[in-house]
């Protein structure tokens, strides 16, 4: 059987063949054309500038890091900052957020069905995933990625879980793991993985100019690595989200947002200069 992975090596030698895995000057620059489509193919790999990256809750990497919690831990991880200090930055940024819901964190606090559900909860208006899944499954998430970071659960309730998203003993987890990743990488450098298992990025095309923002694997690496001012970040394109198609997106589609409220945040991840998704 003639499995994605093998499809993948397959798409990624041909990309190589034809010199389409590097971006050339002007699409670093975030221009869009339709070669730089072929370039963003879905599942390959590609090297892209962070001058248009955007962390996964919407912040520019190069302009304004520290507006995304996660980009404050790494950044203050990276100026050697006292564990102690980052560690109360990040009970304070949990304090703060556990009050707040999906409209909130959203910056859309007329959204009604936003209103209903946590900050943890929230997704965005390009996802599959809806609002009920999301608050539905993420306990579960929660638990297993966590726990796989030495975070230890009294049980494993799905109450246990949600009270343990905002812990000490969570807000310890983060911090120790932006620290061991830090150490490794000025240490060892960044080690590139070479088959299938990069992090994932998705791309944002608003008429002919691009940008990229991270999916849900590898958001630590890319912090550090901002930190460390590298100029590329090697991915792969989870897929292509086009402003133009906001009515076809599936939380548009299925009402949880107007189109309105979804083209409002494609533009402030565009423009990286909003926060749109909580630290847990």
Known sequence: MFSIKKLIIVIDFFKKYLSLCNLNERESQGYFSSLTKLRFMPYTRILVPFSMGR????????????QDPYGKLAIETFKGVDNKIIYKNILKEFKRERELNAADIAHLMENTKLNKYPAWAVVMPWEKLNIEKKFETY???????RSSKGLSFENRSRLSIIENMYSAKSADSKVNQMLKLYKSIKLNGLRVDK??????INILVKESEWRWFMDDAGNHRSYICACFDFEFFDA???????RHEVNSWPNVINGTYSAKEAVYIFDSYFDGSDVFRGIV
């Open 55 to 66: 962390t996964i809750r919407g912040t520019s990497f190069k302009k304004n890091l520290m």
């Open 139 to 145: 306990p579960e998430c929660f638990y297993k990625n």
């Open 195 to 200: 088959d299938h298992n990069l992090p994932k």
């Open 236 to 242: 792969r394109v989870s897929s292509i989200i086009k």
